[in-house]
């Protein structure tokens, strides 16, 4: 390959495929391929996957940034202490197979979810009972 981003994109692809698939066969049938393709990826012939970042960020569910293993940004000035340590650990996570990784962001997704409306429930359960209270008075 002709430069590090694009053998970083290769890597990463290649390892999303090992992951999720049982053969390069499976994934170019999936992903209607020609026969070879991905061998021809293996060893460095062709890269072709770069005229297919959509595709293939939709297909593993992550954003082209991270098919580069890029970040998206790197000022990371306004991030508090707690949200660069998640920051962190979820980076770190790109070392797990795809479907351990999406089962991890869904329920880091669900968790922060349900701690949100729950609060909100009971800030407003609260706000209710003061006002219950006052008309009481």
């Known amino acids: 390959m002709k430069n590090d981003t694009t053998e970083r994109m290769r890597e990463r692809l290649l390892s999303l495929i090992d992951a999720e698939f049982e053969s390069d066969a499976a994934f170019e049938r999936e992903m209607s391929l020609s026969e070879k393709t991905v061998n021809n990826w293996r060893r ?41 340590r998640l920051l962190h650990l979820y980076r770190r996570s790109r070392t797990l197979p795809q479907k351990m990784r999406a089962a991890l962001k869904e329920t880091l997704e669900v968790t922060i979810n349900l701690y949100i409306s729950t609060a909100s429930e009971l800030k407003a359960k609260g706000a209710a009972r003061k006002k219950s209270e006052h008309r009481q008075q």
Request: hydrophobic letters at 35%; glycine letters at 8%; aromatic letters at 4%.
């Open 44 to 84: 460095g012939r062709s890269a072709s996957f770069m005229k297919m970042l959509p595709r293939l960020s939709e297909r593993f569910g992550v954003n082209v940034g991270e098919l580069l293993d890029m970040p998206l940004r790197r000022d990371t000035s306004e991030l508090s202490e707690d949200e660069l």
